[in-house]
């Protein structure tokens, strides 16, 4: 069974660009949250997902962040327009239930 | 607000040590997490502990929930070169699904 996959790996852009990353959970997780890790933090909560409706978006840092999860499969996550601070590692991860969470590889993104 | 205190932040040991990982808080958690996160990876969890006192083993891992399941602790006996990774502790409040880490632990064990 395929786990949760991420794409981009890495991105790298310039400062008020828009950059949108996407992940596909592992079939038939009906959860789907996302995390951030900036350098020298801990990983952050961004928001959960249960099918496509926001059960939890307290995490998110503000408007320039939108996350989507249409049809209540894969996700996107756009951050427009991104700024310096937004750079860091991005990680998706999901659940069957509110049990395990199984994470993806991260996308690195780097805002320049 | 950092809610998990993880330390030592970094650990450099010869094969064959033993250690022990703290993660410590003054928030009462639902339950706690371990996780080992390998570079260009995801955390990969390990363990969830969810009774106060509750003590897990894994191999050579054992895992401890604090009675008052504010702190945890993750020791390996006779560390391996295959053990070094980032280990993060986790955990859940009484409400919410969201996770909340600790910073981790690098762990280096040289042969």
Redesign the interface.
């Known amino acids: 069974e395929a786990g949760?996959t991420q794409f981009p790996?890495h991105s790298v852009i310039e400062k008020g660009q828009t950059v949108t990353l996407r992940c596909d959970p592992i079939s038939g997780h009906d959860?789907l949250?996302w995390?951030r890790r900036v350098m020298g933090?801990?990983?952050?909560?961004l928001l959960?997902f249960v099918k496509e409706s926001k059960?939890?978006e307290?995490?998110m840092p503000n408007n320039r962040f939108l996350a989507e999860r249409t049809g209540g499969t894969y996700s996107t996550l756009k951050v427009q327009p991104a700024e310096l601070e937004d750079s860091g590692v991005y990680?998706c991860?999901s659940s069957q239930y509110?049990d395990?969470?199984?994470?993806?590889?991260?996308t690195r993104l780097t805002v320049l | 607000t950092q809610l998990l205190e993880q330390s030592p932040q970094f650990l450099s040991i010869q094969e064959g040590e033993n250690l022990t990982v703290y993660c410590n808080s003054s928030s009462v958690f639902s339950s706690l997490q371990w996780y080992r996160q390998e570079p260009g990876e995801g955390p990969v969890l390990l363990v969830t502990v969810v009774t106060g006192g509750e003590v897990k083993k894994l191999k050579r891992l054992t895992f401890q929930f604090g009675d008052a399941r504010k702190d945890s602790s993750l020791h390996i006996t006779a560390a391996q070169p295959g053990d070094t990774g980032l280990y993060l502790c986790a955990g859940y409040l009484n409400s919410g699904y969201a996770l909340n880490f600790g910073k981790g632990t690098s762990l280096l064990v040289t042969p």
């Open positions: 949760v790996s959860n949250y995390y933090k801990e990983i952050k909560f959960h059960q939890d307290s995490g990680f991860a509110t395990t969470q199984y994470f993806g590889p991260g």
